[in-house]
């Protein structure tokens, strides 16, 4: 960034300042000074007048450190004017927290200064007038707030960034259970949000903040070594520094070459991570290479790898395909002239204010035009908006505060992977994504859609973690749907948030099938063939559900017995037919065909399959459990006879059901093989399986398999019992 002379805006000179605020005056010289290197007289006279409507309205205010509250925010504009943001963007910061603090509203702040300013300001200000079960609930819901005015105009987050940083630098002022808990929330959503939208130079500054106040002593600890090793190895890099300049200059580029330092948290986060000492951590020091075009990264790629050797698979192409957040760059790791690695950067000025700044780069002051933003700069400015509406997508989604703050959480940290489609496109995920999350990343429907994969031309199972450089081809099927145990493996946050919303929405589907089902069968066993619109609605507002559908779904899902509802249609009290349980004599039982979907399972602990003597049991919220009527748990069921269900098997059922069995075997090797080839030619697929060693001579194996009904399992259990090394077999129930 270029340096010139600060200069006092003419106007400045002669302003007078409303009498309760001139002692401010001079506060506001100093930023206005540095404002006049890069805006005119006219936009820094507007800045002033937002200062001025700032100070007052803040007025008497004073923060934790006892000075006047204005400091806080004439000091978040500063932060933004370093950094040569437009006028809108440091008025708003000037106002950031007039509407949250004062009793100024929106509607003066837009009649002031315009809507856009007011809109920025309404986006960084808090919700306090809504009031919230939790503390996590309400930081969901502030986050919601500003990501909805992100997407509309993403300077909102660039003053909230600058707003965080200048609190977290004055944060000593905080008591210490507070000052760890902003802490803590700096360093697992801001600085993330920092990283992921490319200003790393905020988010280097915001880890380091943190971690000084999270944890001292070893924030002071790092600081010392890093500061020792920096003495001995300064002129080490120096005169790297020096050879590389040197070899450029005889190839003819114009390189600027400049050591960096890597900050102290992700040097923190390398020794825990991979477990090292930090006498192990060799890339503390690297060196930067900022040339004037594309071309000339890879040119002066060549020169460094020419006077230094690479090390082999440390090599990366930001530049041929950018990070998430429009970061590019050549990265290389080298083996320096007295052996140990040194990470270069090669980059272009471009890129490289791009890498420091990201998305602020898009909105950084440009004579004629302080709103356009071009280059790679506009680049991570449409990566950033692209980022916030599939955030807000995913935002829509979500059913609690908790899983947005989830999904949140996993977007913000992309370490990437890279693989192909079949078409040659190239789709960044976050590292240990699966073939799935790539179904969901191509479209939702494909996701929804998909059975299976091909990964470098070879079928995979969908729940197959994709690796850089992967060709990869979803299949999919018009009966592909989403199944819970999908939420095991997927790990971006769109993937997780499409699944559970549609899950949720097929489970209600399914809980009005099930409760249409239990009412009618009531119905019919007290005799009544239809109900009239008229007793529905009558019912529905006694107890007031808005829809017909609503009360079906209470019904499937455990939360109403379908005999009280039948019997408040048919007439009756609620109060003489609530105290009535179980079944009603002869009453038709519920047949279960196996295909109900999630609101009738089978209980794991005795694994009922057809064949078996069943009964169901109603639970809230999740609808009838099935258990066999020997069941060890049944026992404590019939304490509550008002929840039970008559149910059978449906006639010629199909289908696969789990059951448990418990082989005894002799200790041989190659007894699970064994068994296992028996299991498969019986046309069983096997779940699970779990070993224990009794005494070195017995193997117990429990086999959870799949079986077609109790013939079929007759029939596997007879096959295994001839084996030699069985000694004894069992089903497990309970």
Not at 130 to 156: G, H, P, S, W
Not at 167 to 187: C, E, V, Y
Not at 326 to 355: C, D, K, N, W
Request: aromatic share 6%; charged share 25%; glycine share 8%.
């Amino acid at each position: 960034m270029q340096i010139r002379t600060l200069r006092t805006p003419p106007f400045l000179r002669s302003v007078s300042a409303p009498p309760e605020i001139k002692d401010k005056r001079f506060l506001a010289s100093d930023l206005c000074e540095l404002l006049g290197t890069y805006l005119g007289d006219k936009e820094v006279a507007e800045i002033y007048r937002a200062y001025l409507f700032g100070a007052e309205a803040h007025q008497g205010q004073r923060r934790r450190s006892g000075e006047p509250y204005i400091y806080h925010p004439v000091a978040v504009a500063r932060i933004l004017a370093e950094m040569h943001l437009d006028t809108k963007s440091i008025q708003a910061a000037l106002l950031h927290d007039v509407i949250e603090d004062t009793p100024t509203a929106k509607e003066q702040i837009a009649s002031d200064f315009g809507k856009d300013v007011a809109n920025l300001v309404d986006g960084v200000s808090k919700i306090d007038q809504i009031a919230f079960n939790t503390r996590e609930e309400a930081q969901a819901e502030n986050l919601r707030k500003m990501l909805m005015a992100m997407a509309r105009d993403i300077r909102v987050i660039i003053i909230k960034l600058a707003d965080r940083l200048h609190n977290m630098r004055t944060l000593n002022h905080m008591p210490g259970k507070k000052r760890k808990a902003i802490a803590q929330q700096t360093l697992d959503i801001y600085a993330p949000i920092a990283n992921r939208l490319g200003m790393h130079q905020w988010a280097r500054e915001l880890q380091d903040l943190a971690f000084a106040n999270l944890y001292p002593n070893r924030y002071t600890t790092l600081a010392k070594a890093i500061k020792r090793r920096q003495g001995n190895r300064k002129a080490i890099v120096k005169k790297i520094e020096t050879a590389i300049h040197k070899q450029m200059g005889q190839h003819g580029l114009a390189a600027k070459v400049f050591g960096r330092e890597k900050n102290i948290y992700s040097i923190y986060e390398k020794m825990r991570g991979k477990r090292r000492s930090f006498e192990d951590v060799y890339d503390v020091f690297g060196l930067r290479v900022v040339v004037p075009t594309p071309d000339d990264c890879y040119r002066a790629l060549g020169v460094v790898h020419g006077l230094y050797n690479p090390i082999p698979g440390r090599f990366k192409d930001y530049i041929a395909i950018p990070k998430a957040n429009g970061y590019q760059s050549l990265h290389t790791v080298v083996f320096g002239p007295y052996g140990q690695s040194i990470e270069v950067q090669i980059r272009t000025e471009e890129m490289h204010r791009v890498a420091e700044v990201g998305v602020a780069s898009h909105w950084l002051y440009k004579s004629g035009d302080p709103e356009k933003g071009n280059g790679a700069g506009g680049r991570a400015h449409e990566l950033a908006h692209e980022w916030l509406v599939e955030l807000l997508e995913t935002q829509q989604q979500a059913g609690s505060s908790r899983e947005f703050l989830e999904h949140l959480k996993i977007d913000l940290f992309p370490d990437e992977v890279y693989v192909f489609t079949p078409k040659g496109h190239i789709k960044k995920l976050p590292r240990a994504a699966t073939a799935l999350d790539l179904a969901y990343a191509v479209h939702t429907d494909i996701g929804n859609r998909c059975v299976g994969a091909r990964v470098n031309g070879e079928l995979v199972p969908l729940r197959t973690v994709l690796r850089n450089g992967d060709h990869v081809e979803i299949l999919t099927s018009n009966n592909g749907a989403p199944h819970p145990s999908w939420l095991n493996y997927v790990v971006t946050s769109k993937a997780r948030a499409t699944i559970r919303n549609y899950l949720k929405g097929q489970r209600r589907k399914e809980s009005i099938r099930l409760g249409r089902r239990l009412l009618k069968k009531e119905l019919k066993q007290i005799g009544v063939r239809k109900v009239a619109d008229a007793e529905k609605t009558s019912l529905l507002k006694s107890v007031n559900l808005a829809e017909w559908d609503d009360l079906l779904a209470d019904i499937g899902m455990g939360n109403r017995y379908a005999l009280v509802v039948a019997r408040q249609l048919a007439g009756e009290r609620p109060a003489e037919s609530a105290g009535a349980g179980g079944p009603a004599e002869g009453s038709p039982p519920l047949v279960i065909r196996g295909t109900e979907g999630m609101m009738v399972t089978f209980a794991r602990c005795c694994r009922p399959i057809p064949g078996d003597p069943i009964l169901g049991f109603l639970t809230s919220g999740r609808g009838i459990v099935v258990h066999t009527e020997d069941c060890p748990n049944v026992g404590e069921f019939r304490k509550q006879p008002e929840k039970w269900i008559d149910v059978q098997w449906e006639r010629g059922i199909r289908g696969n059901f789990a059951v448990t069995i418990r082989v005894e075997t002799l200790n041989k090797r190659g007894v699970l093989a064994q068994l296992a080839s028996v299991i498969a030619e019986a046309e069983s697929n096997i779940e699970n399986v779990t070993l224990t060693d009794r005494d070195g001579i017995y193997t117990s194996i429990l086999f959870t398999i799949e079986v077609r009904n109790r013939r079929h399992l007759a029939e596997i259990m007879r096959r295994l019992r001839v084996q030699e090394p069985v000694v004894r077999i069992n089903r497990l129930k309970g």
